[in-house]
Structure formats: structure tokens, C-alpha cells
Nanobody
Framework: QVQLVESGGGLVQPGKSLRLSCSAS????????MSWYRQTPGKGRDMVAG????????SYADSVKGRFTISRDNGKNTVYLQMNSLKPEDTAVYFC???????WGQGTQVTVSS
């Protein structure tokens, strides 16, 4: 079955960086679009970034453009989210999502606070 396992979250000061990882299994990772979402208490999940399976084209939410970078390593079945210049409003639980299978990871908490 499809499994997605996120890691790399934590507590970080404003302006610092974190890199999230999502390890995938149970499907042919290189063949599918992958994405990152985030959710804050009381709100729905919002897409943060996505990456294609072919040319690796990327898309980002306006709120993270220029600060976050999504990438993938098909040899490791892993998708990454490099987050730079973090802001308190980036605080959320971050989820990995593969739309084709409508599958979510368990999420990893990112807290940006001084």
C-alpha cells in the first residue's frame, strides 16, 4: 500500500531554515506528481508546493515563493521541501501528498518562534 513518511520538522527561529523529507513507498514514485501541504489549527490544508514527475516542473503558493524549494530524488523515493527565511506564519503541520492515490503522510510539525 502507499506509504508516505515525513520527517525534518521542529522548532526554529524566524529567518532560519529547515528541510523536510518525505519518504515514499508502495508505488512507482518516479511516475507521479508529489506535493506538500500545510495545516494550522482550525483550518483546512493548503498546498505549499508541487513537483511534476516528468520534467520536474514546480509550483508554489504565493506565500512561499522565493523562500521554499521543492525537489525530488527518484533514486531514493523521496521528496524534499527546503524552507528558508522562515516566518512565524509558516508554523503549521506539513504533509506530504500524492494526488494520484489521494494518500497523505502523518505530518510533521514546524514551529517558527523566537
Amino acid at each position: 500500500q502507499v506509504q508516505l513518511v515525513e520527517s525534518g520538522g521542529g522548532l526554529v527561529q524566524p529567518g532560519k531554515s529547515l528541510r523536510l523529507s518525505c519518504s515514499a513507498s508502495g508505488f512507482t514514485f518516479s511516475s507521479y506528481y508529489m506535493s506538500w501541504y500545510r495545516q494550522t489549527p482550525g483550518k483546512g490544508r493548503d498546498m505549499v508546493a508541487g513537483i511534476g514527475n516528468g520534467d520536474g516542473s514546480t509550483s508554489y503558493a504565493d506565500s512561499v515563493k522565493g523562500r521554499f524549494t521543492i525537489s525530488r530524488d527518484n533514486g531514493k523515493n523521496t521528496v524534499y521541501l527546503q524552507m528558508n527565511s522562515l516566518k512565524p506564519e509558516d508554523t503549521a503541520v506539513y504533509f506530504c501528498y500524492v494526488p494520484r492515490f489521494r494518500s497523505w503522510g502523518q505530518g510533521t510539525q514546524v514551529t517558527v518562534s523566537s
